[in-house]
């Protein structure tokens, strides 16, 4: 786990929007055609407003930072939370903090 690079990731707000999203991907992607287990595809994030540039490069960082994980499906790419490195950024920073 690299904190400087989840603190990088997090320092802007459409990502914690994005890593919000994926914590209850019923909720805000319940049109996804593909079982949401799979992951969210990242042309759902389209609702955010953004280019699918800057929402690839946004779900770059998440995935470099280690927030979330991908899967490959063909042509699409799908996103879910690596719940086990938030859990362990958040110990760590409560500890450290």
Known sequence: ?????????LAHPKRIE???????????FSNQEHPLDMGVCA???ERCG???S???AHLATLQRAGLVSTR??????FYR????????????ISRTL
Do not use: Y
């Open 72 to 77: 490959r499906v063909g042509q699409w790419i």
């Open 18 to 28: 994005m890593l919000a999203w994926l914590k209850e991907p019923q909720a805000h």
């Open 43 to 45: 042309s759902q994030f």
């Open 1 to 9: 786990m690299d904190k400087d690079e989840i603190l990088k990731a």
């Open 81 to 92: 939370r690596n719940e086990e490195t938030i859990a362990a950024f958040l110990t760590d």
């Open 54 to 56: 800057t929402v690839s």
């Open 50 to 52: 953004l280019s699918q």
